[in-house]
């Protein structure tokens, strides 16, 4: 398992990442959070994929709005 490290409030207090969170990512950001921590280090395959669904999310509400 590949891990990434990531900045905490990049993504956690923000809801539009949310619906393609993984629990597992959520939990680790919460933790480090709660910890006072800048950084977390969450798994490199879920992170990735919550990120090409982001994207998804973003361009479909994009084209929603034409």
Same mark, same amino acid.
């Given at each position: 398992?590949?891990?990434? #490290? &990531? $900045?905490? @409030? =990049?993504? +956690?207090? @923000? ?7 993984? !629990?597992? &990512?959520? /939990? %680790?950001? %919460?933790?480090?959070?709660? $910890?006072?921590?800048? +950084?977390?280090?969450? @798994? #490199? =395959? !879920?992170? /990735?994929?919550? &990120? &090409?669904?982001? =994207? $998804? #999310?973003? $361009? !479909?509400?994009? !084209?929603? #709005?034409?």
């Amino acid at each position: 398992m590949g891990t990434i #490290k &990531i $900045k905490v @409030n =990049d993504y +956690y207090g @923000n809801p539009s990442y949310y619906s393609v969170m993984p !629990q597992e &990512i959520f /939990d %680790e950001l %919460e933790l480090a959070s709660l $910890k006072g921590e800048e +950084y977390t280090t969450v @798994n #490199k =395959d !879920q992170f /990735d994929t919550m &990120i &090409i669904e982001y =994207d $998804k #999310k973003m $361009k !479909q509400w994009e !084209q929603s #709005k034409v």
